[in-house]
């Protein structure tokens, strides 16, 4: 079996897992489609492969609460063991635990808390949200000297929350200028590493 095909096969019989696991099933469609983009990024499919597991545990845990909040507002993103959290939460007790829970899971090396509790959710809000998200996300894969695949982009109450890895500075310097120059964003917030960072060789525990 050559390498591609060896990794597409351990990704999908960890997906499967995951299904036949207690709780997992309501979260494992979209697990599957974050798995399926971050084989296409900078990461190892090692990595591609335990960030897609620490994202779906983050979410089981969130579902199992009894207080829903933080599954229905708290957006996850994991970089090679990187959790950024972001989303407007009902009050600061929601904070706490959603960082509390994220550090349960194995593999975690640090979460990043950009939660809000903001009164600013809405439909108006979050419909005007996505759309800067997807303008910056449109703009980033027609800007030449940018590996789109390798980012993600979130945006709260017109906030963007950059994550990924930038080949270089000039590509990340690229990335930064076009989030802060798309209509409507006040703010431009950048967990991006570079390629060459030493923080990336630092094993995932």
Request: aromatic fraction near 4%; glycine fraction near 6%; charge should be neutral.
């Amino acid at each position: 079996m050559n390498r591609p095909a060896a990794h597409t096969l351990k990704l999908a019989c960890y997906i499967c897992a995951c299904l036949l696991s207690s709780g997992c099933i309501p979260l494992a469609i979209g697990a599957g489609a974050e798995t399926a983009v971050v084989v296409a990024q900078e990461r190892s499919p090692g990595n591609a492969v335990d960030d897609a597991g620490i994202l779906l545990k983050i979410k089981n845990l969130y579902l199992n609460q009894e207080n829903k909040d933080l599954f229905r507002n708290v957006e996850i993103k994991v970089v090679e063991g990187s959790v950024l959290l972001t989303g407007n939460v009902d009050n600061p007790d929601s904070q706490v635990e959603a960082v509390r829970l994220a550090w349960q899971v194995m593999g975690v090396r640090e979460v990043i808390n950009e939660t809000q509790i903001s009164d600013k959710a809405g439909f108006l809000n979050y419909t005007r949200d996505v759309l800067i998200s997807n303008q910056i996300r449109v703009r980033l894969v027609a800007t030449k000297g940018i590996r789109s695949v390798n980012y993600s982009v979130l945006t709260v109450n017109q906030v963007v929350y950059l994550m990924g890895i930038a080949q270089d500075q000039h590509e990340l310097d690229l990335v930064t200028n076009v989030a802060s120059t798309t209509n409507y964003v006040q703010k431009v917030v950048s967990y991006v590493r570079l390629k060459d960072d030493p923080r990336r060789n630092v094993a995932v525990q």
